[in-house]
């Protein structure tokens, strides 16, 4: 396979996917202070960084490794296209970079490199990770991290043996008001949280259909084979899978539960300890697909641990919405509900804060509206504990150069994953499901096996 493409070179500007959400994090597992591996390097030192599967999402991470001063050492897709636009796209900060069609080629060949960033289809993830972490690379990983529980599993373990430092994409992790929130959980504030209740609006790739049928011509560029790599052979039909609305399809993706539950899971699963839900109940339409729910509610419970007791977390998607009786506080203090929300409530009080978990609205029992946590005045005389960071992407560059741990490393973030592709197996299997999340199963249920631990097509490994 011929692993390089060339194309002109114009200068362009670029969006970041997430300025400043407030200013950034650490974790409910990680203290500040500690040195991960890495010590060799040391503030100032310059990074060489490859990234691999070059559409939409991966472009802000190129201009933040570009802001930060680092080198941009080589760009690899399968399509030629998204190389082609990704250099137009950065201009000069990548004219010296290598580009590649075949990451295996890009892991020979560039010597030098220390970390990679991937945001590829879901069912890549896991593959390009292992082959990175074994080569002791540093790894950012876009969410979810895995396609499958099973690779979230071995790709957990895997990550506990790794040279080099794992990140999570999941942006939100970096925000001051996900660590504001988690502070004021931990003081007790909201008093003890029993449900939460998560909601994203219709999204816009296929759901609740199946393939089409027939076939179209492979755009010039792409090699479709690759591509579909681990997952099964099927047609390339144009504008169905490649680019965006592969999300959809679960061969290649997990519809909103994977999109999501990195991001809307992340708080609570910080704050309260979750750890893994022992049933999960789920509704919708469509579901007996080989696309996402049309629409569905996921409902996961989790027993009680320690101090804590039973809680309920609840998502909501493609116009499922929580009932009106638990947001009826937050709709009266905005005069409508918001398009996304998270919604955690407790005794005491409640807290919203966003489906990225980068908001901190909180209001206690009796208040009449939600106040931004520096505004409320009991909140105010809750201490900062925790340590803010400047950007998800700035923590995983700073522990990469000998700094403190992540907030989001891949025993994180995988686990994350697990609990989301949970929510996805009952949705596969069309019914409410047991679920032993250490043994990874269904208990008297083996039929579910092959969405757990699928099977994968070697031929690009």
């Known amino acids: 396979m011929n692993s390089r493409f060339s194309d002109p070179l114009v200068t362009t500007t670029r969006r970041r996917f997430l300025k400043k959400a407030g200013a950034a994090t650490g974790s409910w597992l990680v203290l500040p202070g500690g040195v991960l591996r890495g010590q060799s390097r040391k503030p100032g030192d310059k990074l060489n960084v490859a990234f691999i599967g070059m559409g939409n999402q991966i472009q802000g991470h190129v201009g933040g490794i570009l802001q930060l001063g680092h080198h941009v050492t080589a760009l690899c897709d399968v399509d030629a296209g998204q190389l082609a636009n990704s250099r137009q796209r950065h201009g000069e900060g990548v004219a010296k970079a290598a580009l590649y069609a075949d990451y295996r080629v890009l892991f020979d060949k560039e010597k030098s490199l220390d970390a990679v960033v991937i945001a590829t289809p879901d069912h890549w993830h896991a593959p390009i990770c292992r082959a990175a972490i074994q080569l002791g690379k540093h790894v950012y990983c876009e969410k979810p991290l895995t396609h499958t529980l099973g690779e979230a599993r071995r790709l957990r373990e895997l990550s506990r043996t790794s040279k080099g430092i794992t990140q999570t994409g999941n942006q939100g992790s970096a925000s001051g008001n996900l660590r504001r929130s988690m502070e004021l959980i931990a003081a007790d504030f909201f008093g003890p949280i029993t449900e939460i209740h998560a909601w994203h609006p219709s999204h816009g790739w296929p759901s609740g259909v199946d393939r089409p049928a027939g076939s179209d011509p492979i755009p010039a560029g792409l090699d479709w084979d690759f591509w579909l790599g681990t997952a099964p052979a099927r047609p390339f039909k144009s504008g169905i899978y490649h680019p965006v609305n592969w999300r959809g399809w679960y061969d290649f993706g997990s519809g909103s539960v ?8 992340n708080l609570p699963v910080r704050a309260l300890a979750l750890d893994y839900p022992e049933k999960i109940e789920i509704s919708g339409t469509e579901l007996g697909k080989e696309s996402f729910a049309k629409a569905c509610t996921v409902r996961y419970h989790f ?19 929580p009932p009106d009786d638990v947001t009826a506080a937050l709709r009266n203090s905005s005069g409508n509900l918001p398009g996304t929300g998270c919604l955690l409530i407790g005794a005491k009080g409640q807290l919203q804060s966003g489906l990225w978990n980068s908001d901190c609205y909180i209001k206690l029992n009796g208040e009449k509206r939600f106040f931004g946590a520096d505004n409320h005045p009991a909140a105010k005389e809750i201490a900062q504990s925790l340590p803010r960071v400047k950007g998800h992407l700035d923590e995983w560059v700073d522990a990469c150069l000998g700094g403190p741990k992540v907030f989001s490393d891949f025993d994180f973030g995988g686990h994350l994953t697990e609990i989301g592709l949970a929510g996805v197996l009952a949705l596969r299997l069309q019914q409410n499901i047991a679920w032993d999340g250490a043994q990874m199963q269904v208990p008297g249920m083996p039929a579910a096996d092959r969405f757990i631990h699928c099977e994968e097509r070697g031929k690009y490994l």
């Open 303 to 321: 027993p009680a641990r320690g101090t804590r007791g039973p809680v309920q977390l609840n998502f909501y998607t493609g116009g499922d919405m």
């Open 258 to 265: 994977g999109d999501f539950c990195c991001h809307a899971f």
